[in-house]
């Protein structure tokens, strides 16, 4: 099993580029199943969550050619099977695209509930409530959804979401693209990956209007072509690096961002005395003095991302004063907080709401990840902290950053991947 040994306490310092969003690439995927012809997507990043997908689409029937590390081309012309096994599945949440691209476009679906990381309770009960309303027969038994579509094809209809759902809103967009006549999905998600999926689809031949508002019209189209499509940036990895900077000091260029999808993270770093500055499709993040604290409450975009909640708890057990997180989206995503104890870290949790009480430094420990922004969290922590720190099950890690040890090397930090069988050295681990 491999682990990364990071010897914390040296400033960042370089440029870093920022791949493909996860978030988008694991919808847009499942998406190409909705397209007659060649889909070839760009900036696909290599993360696990996409090989996983990937198989996934090939499981179908799909043809999936790599054309290079970023960019692939998927021709979904010989889809023979509409199932997706519970081994594949229960890997991953995104899984739950599968339904609704398959539903669309060969009015039938049976996908394995989906799995992904704990995080609390994660139904998908708003994603079949809005199959429901476009006319399919959803059934969720022994572990599987099973959807049809009577008469192979879904209606248009009004969709209500009764809680904001990044999830739902992009399935039953999905599902609405190919449908007869005009679907309306109110109390919508607009991060910035649902807007991406809408600009994937119209781009094929979709006619879907308002992503990225509280409201999303798609009026059904007969068929979408094929084409050319590069997906955004991805939010979160961006997020990551710059919690990293302010966590360990330094001075880094993030390249190929939207700064605009940044802006929540960049008010709360400038609160923490960050300094960040846009260079047109670049953020400079650069940090030398102390930490302030600051208060988070998580919440669907605009709002504070829930997936950047844990790595700027990393940043915050440094920072001078009592801080507070709110954790708005998930009921479980404090899992992280007993790992930073064992590097010192002084956090009471309460339900949804950690209380984070400045310490002058973290002394590096063995930890072990529990979910993908947790491990990357695990990771910024270790980059600030005094002496050695060797984090286990970086596979959750992996699910989500691509090349995160080459990416940071090449800011400066000493990280490595190494074989745990292998003895850690210890050199800096008594420090402090
Ligand atoms: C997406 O999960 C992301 N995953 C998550 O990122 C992210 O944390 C989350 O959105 C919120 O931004 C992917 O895009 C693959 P939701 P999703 O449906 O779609 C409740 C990461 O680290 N809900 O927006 O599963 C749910 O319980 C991952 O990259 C229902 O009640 O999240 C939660 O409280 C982790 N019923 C809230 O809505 C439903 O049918 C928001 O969940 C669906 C959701």
Redesign the pocket.
Known sequence: MYQYVIHGGKPLVGEVAISGA???A??ILPAALLVNGVCRIENVPQIS?VTLVLEILQELGADVRSVNSNTVEICCSHIHNFRVPDSLSRR???S??FIGSLLSRFGKAEVSM?G??D???????????GFRALGAQVNVQGGFVYATAPGGKLTGATVYM?????????NVMMAAVLADGLTVIENA?K?P?VVDLANFLNSMGADIMGAGTDVIKIRGVEKLRGGTYSIIPDQ?EAGTYMAAVASAGGNVLIRNVIPKHLDCITAKLAEMGVQVEEEGDCVRVMRTGKLHRTNIKTM??PGF???MQAQMSAVLCTAEGTSTIDEG???N?FRYVDEFKRMGARIQVSGKLAVIEGVPYLTGAPLRAC???AGAAMVIAGLAAHGTTTIECIHYIE??YENLVGKLKGIGADIELVDAKEPVSLRDSQVG
């Open positions: 996860k978030n988008a694991v919808a969550d991953m949440r995104a739950y695209y989906p992904g990381c995080l609390g309770v994660r139904p998908i009960d708003l994603h079949i409530k009764d809680q904001v759902s990044v999830g739902a809103t992009m998600a991060e990956h979160i669907p975009y991302p829930t997936d989206i998930w009921d995503r979910d993908l922004r699910r989500g």
